[in-house]
């Protein structure tokens, strides 16, 4: 599928929550979301900062909305169902192949007093039914870190196959490096249970 003539899906919408690319002032939002959520953060997002004002935060969402709509990367929040709060975010990163090879990676994270209660198995199955009616993906995939016991945990909740361990894959920050492991679910899988 060629990059430039895909007109990427903007929402999926569910009754206890909606799932859509970020928009100019969700700044606010973004920023409230992961003040609250450090501690949880920090391990498994190299990202997390103690603190990140609105400013940043908006500047964030405006690239990631940016990208959405060049087909370069496809960030998504994950919203209470009126839209008021941000529950995590999501994506469908194209570092496992990308439109062209109809295949993509699927991240995320929950801010911390919404996570472990089955709200992340609840967005992964979402996004998988996303993934596999509306958008090109013929294959999905989860990569988590080894020690990362709760996302291996939502990856097996939501049905995807445990494919295999990349063995010190990932070089960390202070120089040690980490087990990857793989999940995925295929499109033929996904359909031939729904
Ligand atoms: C991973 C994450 C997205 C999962 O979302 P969530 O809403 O907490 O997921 P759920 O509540 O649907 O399921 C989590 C499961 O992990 C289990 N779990 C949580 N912590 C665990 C631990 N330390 N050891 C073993 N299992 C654990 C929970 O018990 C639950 O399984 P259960 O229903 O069988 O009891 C969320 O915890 C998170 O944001 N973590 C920090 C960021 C992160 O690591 N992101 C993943 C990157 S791949």
Redesign the pocket.
Same mark, same amino acid.
């Given at each position: 599928m060629g990059t430039d003539s895909f007109i990427a899906p903007e929402r999926w919408v569910t009754p206890d929550f909606v799932v859509r690319g970020y928009q100019l002032g969700d700044g606010v939002l973004l920023a409230e979301a992961v003040n609250a959520s450090f501690e949880?953060?920090t391990t498994?997002?190299p990202w997390a900062k103690p603190y990140q004002s609105v400013e940043e935060s908006e500047l964030i969402v405006r690239r990631f909305h940016g990208r959405y709509l060049l087909n370069a990367d496809f960030v998504l929040g994950i919203f209470s169902a009126d839209e008021g709060k941000l529950l995590?975010g999501s994506g469908f990163h194209l570092r496992e192949g990308g439109l062209a090879e109809r295949s993509a990676e699927i991240?995320? !994270?929950?801010r911390a007093e919404?996570?472990?209660?089955?709200?992340? &198995?609840?967005v992964l199955k979402a996004l998988l039914a996303w993934g596999f009616t509306e958008w090109p993906w013929e294959r999905l995939a !989860?990569?988590?870190d080894g020690r990362?016991?709760?996302?291996r945990? &939502?990856a097996e909740?939501a049905g995807m196959a445990h494919e295999g361990v990349l063995r010190q894959h990932s070089l960390m920050p202070d120089g040690s490096r980490r087990d990857t492991v793989l999940f995925a679910m295929l499109k033929e899988e996904w359909e031939r249970n729904h």
């Open positions: 949880h953060l498994f997002m995590g991240g995320m !994270w929950i919404a996570a472990g209660k089955g709200l992340g &198995t609840a !989860w990569h988590c990362n016991l709760a996302s945990r &939502t909740k």
